[in-house]
């Protein structure tokens, strides 16, 4: 049972526009979430996250929206820059649990 | 370099042979973390440790695996009698403490590449 679902296996968009990456979960203990970035052949970098007593939380170029009712977030990237071609995970942790859980990841590339 | 490092960063062993794996948190981080990616999939989780002591290992194989963060030294994965199964990327990473209320963000080192044949 995949606890956290990334449905979409790959995004491209258009440089200077939005790029939105969608997670879902299915897990209602889940507290806090975060987004990585990883680029081929390293490991995983953190972007950015949300606790779930807050609906947005904004880093620059990166936003992340959580909907609890609905159990999903995402991850928005305006505008979107050739380097921010990636794969993005998306994770979440339950309380008084120090593992996060993550899901398969969505490859975002930026065109030109 | 205050990031988590791990080594080696890729590693080539026959099938039946041993790998270790080694990682070091960042400085100040007690909490260790192992993730595998298996080629075209996600990463999942197979231990988290503290100094001494294993937390929760539910994503480890039952056989062959093990791993360890002594009182002094790095972390390490144990691979016994490796497969062809087993070749994938390693990811090691820590965090400074155990979750808070306010979440627990860890941090990744650069992986170490496991290739079998």
């Not at chain 2, 990473?93 to 963000?105: D, E, I, K, P």
């Amino acid at each position: 049972d995949q606890q956290v679902k990334q449905n979409s296996p790959s995004l491209s968009v258009q440089e200077g526009r939005i790029s939105i990456l969608n997670c879902d979960y299915t897990n209602s203990m889940f507290d806090y979430f975060l987004w990585y970035k990883k680029y081929p052949a390293e490991g995983p970098t953190f972007l950015i996250s949300i606790s779930s007593i807050k609906d947005k939380n904004e880093d620059g170029r990166f936003t992340v929206f959580l909907n609890k009712s609905a159990k999903h977030l995402s991850l928005h990237i305006v505008p979107s820059q050739p380097g921010d071609s990636a794969v993005y995970f998306c994770a979440a942790s339950a309380p008084n649990a120090g593992k996060s859980t993550f899901g398969d990841g969505t490859t975002l590339t930026v065109k030109p | 370099n205050a990031g988590v490092m791990q080594n080696p960063r890729h590693l080539v062993r026959r099938r039946g042979q041993e790998a270790r794996l080694r990682c070091s948190p960042m400085k100040g981080h007690s909490h260790v973390y192992w993730y595998r990616q298996l080629p075209e999939e996600g990463l999942k989780f197979m231990v988290y440790l503290q100094k001494e002591n294993i937390i929760d290992e539910s994503g480890m194989p039952k056989e062959r695996f093990s791993a360890e963060f002594p009182k002094e030294g790095p972390s390490i994965l144990r691979i016994q009698q490796v497969v062809r199964g087993d070749s994938a990327a390693y990811f090691c990473a820590s965090s400074s403490q155990w979750r808070t209320s306010s979440g627990n963000t860890i941090y990744f080192g650069e992986g170490s590449w496991l290739t079998v044949v």
